[in-house]
């Protein structure tokens, strides 16, 4: 075979060309990798909502892990079967034959039988309650005096409170469309109740309502530990935000245009809280320096998956086995009544957290292609390290932001049902009538009672019966 020589310039012309091309490649590969990682994107791995899932929903498996306990109820659950009550209402006698086959006679025992028994309802009955308010005049000067009506009875024909808070609680608590719950109300109790009935009861829940939000948000602030979040609403056509603030007891909405510092400064909960606010990585919280922070893990264990599973970065996966280790220990430690972790395991845990991301560091800096949302994510948890392992110091501040997302999954249920609110009005009578309900669930009392003493005055008293 003839060599063919080619001049020393030209060689390293092509040797330079070639090793641009081999780095180019590696950089378009990386690329690829990032691509196709980005299309894996789903709610399970990112910040993405359930909603935006798709088809894929069937592929996708959630964060938890087994816990060895087999499904279904544990041993020690309180059932919930129906039991025979000593006071039925009415008590049917059933006898047997009056003769055997032998022709004897079949003595009764009256105190020998089985009861079953049939729990139903009856046709719902609809009252009207007439007020006659009389006419008389003084004996003396003949002055003419008039009998008064009772609060709540202004017009000729008034619906009753029970009624108010009957489609309110419909409308608010079960998200029924107003056309279907006028529906409901003819179909079960005959009364022909207009929509516009409907949409007048919830702003008048909202006004009623007003000082006892304040009571409410005076509960939060008292509170050591809030959580927060926020959530897009379609109010008039476009984009509003749906924020919320709770804690444990409480919850109280707000609807505003913007979703950032100037809708929550007019809300007017976060600039006045002082203590430990737990939220997601959304900037506009930090600009309170009144209360502490803390962030949430279930956002930073999505994050972590997808960083590890989808783009390959090890130290992705080690970070979210850490923090899964710490949270462990810290229930562990709560189940046998400690309340901190002995100083040498913060110590250590924190010198572990470091040497992770210094570790992810490096392999950025020495990398052909350098992933950004992997730097990004190292970046953050460098940045705010106290706010991401608070959790491990104050065994008050929750693992994660799950309070404030459970307090939005049934207002974005609304959202699903009737796609959104025609006026501002009804989208924050819904906001406040819906925190109300929030509050009232998460004190353990009935709903529809609650929503009756909003239209009889006393829901204040119905939530804080000490005041």
């Known amino acids: 075979m003839e060599m063919i020589e080619i001049p020393k310039q030209e060689y390293e012309a092509m040797k330079e060309l070639i090793v641009a091309l081999m780095a180019e490649v590696t950089a378009l590969k990386a690329e690829i990798v990032e691509l196709k990682a980005r299309l894996n994107k789903n709610s399970n791995n990112s910040s993405k909502p359930p909603s935006s899932d798709g088809l894929k929903k069937g592929d996708i498996k959630n964060n938890r892990t087994p816990n060895g306990r087999t499904s279904g109820g544990q041993r020690g659950h309180e059932g919930k079967t129906l039991a025979l009550t000593s006071t039925p209402d009415t008590i049917i006698k059933l006898k047997p034959q009056e003769h055997c086959e032998c022709g004897g006679k ?5 105190e020998d039988y089985t009861a079953r028994q049939v729990t139903d309802i009856e046709p719902m ?36 409170e029970h009624i108010s808070a009957m489609i309110t609680y419909l409308n608010t608590f079960h998200f029924l469309p107003i056309k279907r719950a006028a529906e409901l109300m003819e179909d079960l109790f005959g009364i022909k109740v207009s929509q516009g009935v409907i949409v007048a009861r919830g702003l008048e829940a909202y006004e009623k309502l007003e000082g006892t ?24 056509g476009s984009n509003h935000w749906l924020h919320s603030v709770g804690t444990p007891s409480c919850t109280v909405y707000g609807i505003h245009k913007k979703r950032g510092k100037a809708a929550m400064d007019e809300i007017g909960i976060l600039p006045k809280y002082s203590g430990t606010l737990v939220h997601d990585q959304w900037k506009s919280y930090y600009h309170y320096d009144k209360c502490s922070h803390a962030e949430c893990n279930a956002h930073h264990l ?15 996966g080690e970070m979210a086995c ?10 562990l430690s709560m189940l046998f009544g400690v309340d901190r972790l002995m100083q040498l395991d913060i110590d250590s845990y924190i010198t572990e957290y470091r040497n992770i991301l210094a570790k992810g560091a490096s392999v950025q800096e020495n990398a052909a292609a350098k992933r950004t949302e992997a730097k990004r994510m190292i970046n953050r948890l460098e940045e705010y390290e106290s706010e991401t392992l608070l959790f491990m110091l104050d065994f008050d501040v929750p693992f994660t932001n799950n309070l ?64």
């Not at 079949?106 to 009256?110: A, E, F, Q, R, Y």
């Open 302 to 316: 999505r994050q972590l998956k997808y960083l590890h599973e989808d783009l390959g970065e090890v130290w992705a």
């Open 404 to 467: 404030a997302e459970r307090d939005l999954r049934m207002p974005k249920l609304k959202l699903k049902v009737s796609g959104g609110f025609r006026t501002i009005e009804g989208a924050k009578a819904f906001a406040r009538v819906r925190g109300f309900i929030s509050t009232t669930k998460k004190k353990g009392k009935n709903v529809f009672d609650g929503i009756v003493t909003v239209f009889n005055g006393g829901a204040t008293n119905f939530l804080y019966p000490e005041i």
């Open 322 to 331: 850490l923090l899964l280790r710490i949270k462990k220990h810290i229930d």
């Open 125 to 160: 009955k609809v009252i009207t309650v007439e007020y006659r308010a009389q006419d008389g005049y003084c004996a003396s000067c003949n002055k003419a005096h008039k009998a008064g009506f009772p609060q709540g009875v202004s017009g000729t024909v008034n619906y009753g």
């Open 213 to 236: 939000e304040m009571r409410i948000i005076d509960e939060i602030l008292s509170e050591p530990v809030a959580n927060t979040d926020e959530t897009g609403m379609r109010v008039e």
């Open 106 to 110: 079949i003595m009764i025992s009256m």
